[in-house]
């Protein structure tokens, strides 16, 4: 079986990509589609410390272009919705679906899937949505027990690891600027 892997970030690809290449998929390819990763510094920072694992660990990753205005035109009047976050998952994972679908994958995953940050269930839900949609296998597996180790093995690496989720509403929310 073919897996494309959509990744968030090296740190969260980091756990993930040790568990599925235990399950001996005949191919796991990642890929790094991400316009909601704002500014683009800090897309910037994230690319890089995922191509600095990714030759370390030695697995493809596939890098679109960067096009934060689809991300802005897709959540546009929901920033402050909890609605955003589901759009933003929608709109990645969709994305990845459809980069599988035309290029012979088999399945697609995501490293959001690790986060204990994130609504894990409302993810898995959007994952299989699409799946049926789309017609390519959603694989679903929780990651979250490793999440820990996976920081820790970024740390370890000295690979960045960033604080919020990549939106700059997420930033605006962290840091509480009133």
Known sequence: MKLLLHICC??????????????????????????NIHPPSEYKSRRDA??????????????????????FRYVLSKEDSPERCSLCWKLRLSETANF???????AF????????????EKIKKI????????GVQFYYQDFRPGFKDGQDQAKKENLYRQKYCGCVFSELERVKIK
């Open 100 to 106: 599988a679908k035309n290029n012979g994958f088999d």
């Open 109 to 120: 995953t995501t490293t959001l899937l690790i986060s204990p940050y994130q609504n894990h």
């Open 10 to 35: 090296g740190p969260c690809a980091l756990y993930p990509l040790k568990e599925l290449l235990s399950r001996k998929f005949d191919k796991i390819t990642g890929f790094f589609y991400n316009p």
């Open 50 to 71: 995922l191509s600095e694992a990714s030759s370390k660990i030695g697995f493809e990753v596939i890098i679109p272009d960067y096009k934060m205005e689809e991300y």
């Open 127 to 134: 994952g299989e949505e699409i799946d049926g949609k789309m």
